[in-house]
């Protein structure tokens, strides 16, 4: 079983800049692509960009957000630059394709306008 914890959120005013970082114990997915997602109130979980052989965005965060991994620490990093009112939500990481029995508790990101 993979343990995923999500760390870095926080409230920042618009414009502002955040680091997430997740970081894997137990079976890792090393053969898999890893995500973030994000879920803002009342609303579905959403893919944000993942990170396997290439990487890949959100239309809503390209440009803004840099996703990353550090092999050796099983950790993935999610760089949010620019950051909107919109971008308000609690962060996951997970596989991709996600793992429903992975979701860790996310991290909260509050941008005030």
């Known amino acids: 079983q993979v343990q995923l914890v999500e760390s870095g959120g926080g409230l920042v005013q618009a414009g502002g800049s955040l680091r997430l970082s997740c970081a894997a114990s137990?079976?890792?997915?090393?053969?898999?692509?890893m995500g973030w997602f994000r879920q803002a109130p009342g609303k579905e979980r959403e893919f944000v960009a993942a990170i396997g052989d290439s990487t890949w965005y959100a239309d809503s965060v390209k440009g803004r957000f840099t996703i990353s991994t550090d092999n050796a620490k099983n950790t993935a990093y999610l760089q949010m630059n620019s950051l909107k009112p919109e971008d308000t939500a609690v962060y996951y990481c997970?596989?991709?394709?996600?793992?429903?029995?992975?979701w860790g508790q996310g991290t909260q990101v509050t941008v005030s306008s």
């Open positions: 997970n596989r991709v394709p996600p793992d429903r029995n992975a």
């Open positions: 137990g079976r890792t997915f090393s053969s898999y692509a």
